[in-house]
């Protein structure tokens, strides 16, 4: 058995020894084995112990195992859990959905999107005002008919009104209507009525054609006829017509709203614009509530019936 004292390292390390005690190695090394002392204690006791050691000393020579320990060792190390491992990428995409979502509202707002409803708004800004021309009416025959410009259809019978003059109307003039109350005084001194018109649309309007025309005229009289009520609108029916000869374009529309104290919440809105002569234009309009459909069919009928004068 080899006796206690300092050797070459039997690990490796070149320049260093290591301290044999008879029975194992030292866990340190040294540059310096004639200045160093034995490892935990004097070399005597080093040497006595492993005479009362007995036999089954190690070869010094052996190649040793050094554990090294990890720095890690000391701190647990815990997993992610699989929550931990997607909640960030959750987070990202749920962000990101809000994002788009706030995105889109805002569109839909300014009528960006939203398909043919828009924004709830009843633009006036580009309508002309109501003024006496829009109350002029021209002589016309006592023939049946309700003459408006150059429209005329078949006049109505009960529970319609007489023809009556109507200023209304966005670039109407020589207006004349007919109207049945659906709701009396919903408003102090207010009626809420279906009603089917006909009339002229002013020179210089700046119409081209009918259906270039339309735009503006619809979107006015949304404005005129319902004020500061929001209004939803949804087009249900634009086509190019021929009425009588002349070239046309009708717009069948249904309106949505909440007024206060109208049992009504929407209606169906016909316009058909003529080219009745020339470069002038004329109108035909009905406007029939929700609760009072069963009139409907008479101003879709009415259609066929209009007649350039």
Known sequence: MAEA?????????????????????????????????????????SSSSSAASGASGADPNAPIVVKVA???????????????????????????????????????????????????????????????GNYSVDPHPNDGRVYGGGLSYPRLGSPWSPP????????????????ITIEADYRPGQNWVASILVGELVDGDGFVSPQAGMDMVSRCIVGAFYGD??????????????????????LEMHLTFDIPGLEAKGETALIAIVATAGNSNSIYYASIPDNAAQYLPVARDLLDQLRVS
């Open 5 to 45: 004292g300092w050797y070459p390292d039997p690990g490796g390390a070149e320049g260093r020894y290591r301290y044999w005690d008879g029975e194992s190695w030292s866990s340190e090394t040294s540059a310096t084995p004639g200045a160093a002392s034995s490892p935990g204690g004097s070399g005597s006791a």
């Open 70 to 132: 990890d720095p890690l060792d000391d701190e647990p190390v815990t997993e992610a859990s699989g929550w931990q491992r997607v909640k960030g990428p959750f987070m990202i995409i749920g962000i990101a959905l809000v994002t788009v979502v706030a995105l889109i509202w805002a569109l839909a707002q300014v009528g960006i999107l939203g398909g043919d409803d828009g924004p709830a708004s009843n633009p006036t800004e580009f309508c002309p005002p109501v003024g006496p």
């Open 164 to 179: 009556q003059v109507d200023g209304r109307v966005p670039f109407g003039r020589d207006v004349q209507t007919q109207t």
């Open 229 to 250: 009520s929001p209004v939803q609108r949804e087009d249900v029916d634009a086509r190019s017509i021929v009425i009588d000869g002349r070239e046309g374009y009708l």
